[in-house]
């Protein structure tokens, strides 16, 4: 069960970035879902409201995030004070981020076409994963649930024998993508490691509007293929496809890794 791809998500629903490597934090992988676009209210805003988000192109790097659209780019130093702190709101969690220069929000509220602010997870932010255990309270930054997805390609190829159109692995916006022996093997996983990394309280992910939004154009597709997995992936009122997990240690990955399954 080879390891396939590794992408981050610098900035939340923006577009992915490919990595040979991948370093995991105790807040998921380094540089992921680290900065994230707000409305006026401090409310997260992503592809589910705003589509065009996904032509946003984006790459980290130890010393600095570098945004692109339209011909232009700009880098924001990783070197800040954090000083101007904002409250924010993802999902049912509010804690504090810190608030980009004015600069590189304007301009990317003249791109996408909506007033919006662009903030940092920050030192001081603190956002708690609901874990299983009291004595272990682990954090996540941007990202909707916990820090870090993994999809299997055996499941991929087994939705798109069901579709009119196949979808590739960037419709689902995990972190990981692995070659497996059977389609969902991973429900059954409850710990794991990858390279250096153990992943354990694992989480089925549920599925959203974002799945029919082509990557490339940030242009909505049509109803697939959230509506053929809704036939066969649903579980009350959620339609379910990859897994989410928690990392147990700081570590690095690397594409080609296995993962071994330990329990």
């Known amino acids: ?99 980009e220069a004015d600069l590189y929000s304007q301009a990317l509220s003249q791109y996408l076409g909506v007033n919006c602010r662009l903030v940092r997870y920050a030192p001081y932010s603190q956002r708690r994963v609901r874990s299983l255990s009291m004595e272990w309270k682990p954090e996540v930054r941007f990202a909707d649930g916990r820090p870090l997805q993994i999809l299997n390609l055996k499941s991929l190829e087994e939705l798109n024998s069901r579709l009119p159109s196949p979808v590739g692995a960037d419709r689902f916006r995990a972190n990981i993508v692995y070659a497996g022996n059977v389609p969902y093997e991973e429900e059954q996983w409850k710990r794991i490691k990858v390279g250096e990394v153990i992943f354990s309280q694992p989480k089925k992910c549920s599925r959203c509007a974002i799945t029919t939004i082509d990557q490339m154009t940030g242009v909505p597709s049509g109803p697939e293929p959230l509506k053929t997995l809704a036939t066969y992936r649903r579980e009350g009122k959620d339609i379910f496809f990859g897994t989410l997990w928690i990392p147990e240690n700081i570590g690095m990955i690397k594409k080609g890794d296995q993962i071994e399954v330990i329990e």
């Open 1 to 99: 069960m080879k390891i396939e791809e590794l992408y981050i998500y610098p900035i939340k629903s923006a577009r992915s970035q490919s990595l040979k490597e991948m370093k995991i934090t105790i807040e998921g992988p380094d540089g992921d879902r680290q900065w994230m676009l707000i409305d006026e209210n401090g409310k997260f805003i992503s592809q589910r409201t705003l589509p065009k988000l996904a032509t946003v192109e984006v790459f980290h790097d130890e010393a600095s995030l570098t945004i692109g659209f339209q011909k232009m780019f700009f880098k924001i130093s990783k070197n800040s004070s954090f000083q101007r702190k904002v409250k924010v709101q993802v999902w049912n969690d509010t804690f504090e981020a810190a608030l």
